[in-house]
C-alpha cells in the first residue's frame, strides 16, 4: 500500500508562508495557548475533587461565552452563527460534553501527568477512526505510527501497572469520544465556521448541565466561584491562541508545541498535588509523543485537511 502522493514539493509543504519572525511569533503563541490550557486542567482537577462534574462543566461553558463571543465580533458577527446542519452540531457537541465529563472524572482519580500522557493518543485514534468514518486513505508509514502509538498506550496501561484500573479506563473512553468529536468537527468544518461549532458546543453543555445543575448544586465560597469562572475564561482564551498559531504557521511547525503540555502537567501535578506519574507512563508517552508528531508532520507534507480549523475546535 503506498502513501498518499503530495501534490507540493517538500519545502512547499513544511515550510509556513510567514517569515521566520511570524514562525516565532506562531511558536511562541502556541507554548501560551498550552500553557492556558494546562493551567485550566489543573484547575478542573482541583475543582473535581470539591464540586460535581457538572457544577464544573456548567461554569466552563457559561463564561466560555466570553472569548467567543470576542471571536464572533472579530470574524463579522452574529452571522456566523446560520447553520444548515443542526444534527450535526448536536451530535459534535453531545459528544464533546460527554467526553469533558469522562476526562474530568480521569483528573480527579489519576494524577495529572498520567491523565495528559493518555490523552496524547487522540490523534492516533483520529487517524485509525478516519479510515472508517471518512473514508480517508491512511498509508503504511502513517498506519507504523498509529501502531507504534497505541503500543506506547498499552506500555502506560498495561495490565497489572498502575493506571490499568477503571480510572484509565475513564480516560481512554474520554479520549475515544474526543476523536469522534474531531470526526464531527471535521464534517462540520465544511461548511461551519469555527465560532460558530463552538457556540453551539458551549450552549449545549450550559443548557444541558443548568437543567440538572439544581441537583447537583453546591454554593461556592467566593474564592472557589473566581476558581470556577477561570476555567472558562482560561479555556476559551486558550481557544483564540491556538487559532492565531494555527493560522500563522504550517501544522508540522506548530504542533510539537502542543506537547509541552506534558512539562506543565509533571510541574503542576508535583507542586500543588503532590504528585509524580509512574514509570509506565515515563515508557510510554515519549512513543505516544513521537507518533503522534510523527502523524502532524506527515499530514502536513500530504497537505490534508488537518490544519488550525481542528485544533482550535478539539481543545478543552
Known amino acids: 500500500m503506498r502513501e498518499e502522493q503530495d501534490s507540493k514539493g517538500p519545502i512547499e509543504t513544511l515550510l509556513p508562508s510567514e517569515d521566520a519572525a511570524g514562525v516565532l511569533k506562531a511558536i511562541g503563541i502556541m507554548l501560551l495557548g498550552i500553557l492556558l490550557i494546562s493551567i485550566m486542567d489543573a484547575l478542573l482537577k482541583w475543582l473535581g475533587s470539591r464540586y460535581d462534574v457538572v457544577q464544573i462543566i456548567f461554569f466552563r461553558a457559561v463564561f466560555a461565552f466570553i472569548p467567543v463571543g470576542i471571536a464572533l465580533y472579530l470574524r463579522g458577527g452574529l452571522g456566523q452563527l446560520r447553520t444548515k446542519r443542526p444534527v450535526a452540531h448536536f451530535l459534535r457537541a453531545m459528544t464533546g460534553l460527554a467526553a469533558l465529563f469522562l476526562f474530568i472524572e480521569g483528573l480527579t482519580r489519576l494524577p495529572l501527568a498520567s491523565v495528559i500522557a493518555i490523552a496524547f493518543a487522540a490523534p492516533i485514534f483520529v487517524t485509525a477512526?478516519?479510515?472508517?468514518?471518512?473514508?480517508?486513505?491512511?498509508?503504511?508509514?502513517?498506519?507504523t505510527a498509529v501502531?507504534?502509538?497505541?503500543?506506547?498506550?498499552?506500555?502506560?496501561?498495561?495490565?497489572?501497572?498502575?493506571?490499568?484500573?477503571?480510572?484509565?479506563?475513564?480516560?481512554?473512553?474520554?479520549?475515544?469520544?474526543?476523536?469522534?468529536?474531531?470526526?464531527?468537527?471535521?464534517?462540520?468544518g465544511r461548511t461551519e465556521s469555527p465560532s460558530s461549532i463552538v457556540f453551539y458546543q458551549s450552549l449545549f453543555s450550559m443548557l444541558v448541565t443548568g437543567a440538572v445543575l439544581p441537583f447537583f448544586w453546591t454554593t461556592p465560597p467566593?474564592?472557589?466561584?473566581?476558581?470556577?469562572?477561570?476555567?472558562?475564561?482560561?479555556?476559551?482564551?486558550?481557544q483564540l491562541c491556538l487559532t492565531a498559531?494555527?493560522?500563522?504557521?504550517?501544522?508540522?511547525?506548530?504542533?510539537?508545541?502542543?506537547?509541552?503540555?506534558?512539562?506543565?502537567?509533571?510541574?503542576?501535578?508535583?507542586?500543588?498535588?503532590?504528585?509524580?506519574?509512574?514509570?509506565?507512563?515515563?515508557?510510554?508517552?515519549?512513543?505516544?509523543?513521537?507518533?503522534?508528531?510523527?502523524?502532524?508532520?506527515?499530514?502536513?507534507?500530504?497537505?490534508?485537511?488537518?490544519?488550525?480549523?481542528?485544533?482550535?475546535?478539539?481543545?478543552?
Not at 477512526?129 to 498509508?139: P, W
Not at 504550517?250 to 506543565?264: D, G, L, R, T
Open 222 to 238: 467566593w474564592e472557589h466561584l473566581l476558581i470556577l469562572i477561570a476555567t472558562g475564561l482560561i479555556g476559551g482564551s486558550a
Open 147 to 188: 501502531l507504534v502509538g497505541f503500543l506506547g498506550v498499552l506500555i502506560m496501561v498495561r495490565p497489572g501497572g498502575e493506571l490499568f484500573q477503571w480510572s484509565a479506563l475513564i480516560v481512554l473512553g474520554a479520549v475515544l469520544l474526543y476523536s469522534l468529536m474531531i470526526m464531527l468537527v471535521r464534517i462540520l
Open 129 to 143: 477512526f478516519s479510515v472508517q468514518l471518512l473514508k480517508e486513505h491512511v498509508g503504511v508509514r502513517r498506519w
Open 245 to 316: 498559531a494555527y493560522s500563522r504557521a504550517n501544522v508540522a511547525i506548530v504542533a510539537p508545541f502542543e506537547y509541552s503540555a506534558m512539562i506543565w502537567a509533571v510541574i503542576f501535578g508535583y507542586f500543588f498535588f503532590a504528585e509524580l506519574p509512574g514509570v509506565e507512563v515515563w515508557m510510554g508517552a515519549p512513543v505516544v509523543i513521537a507518533s503522534g508528531i510523527y502523524i502532524a508532520f506527515r499530514e502536513a507534507k500530504l497537505d490534508l485537511p488537518r490544519t488550525w480549523l481542528k485544533r482550535f475546535l478539539i481543545k478543552r
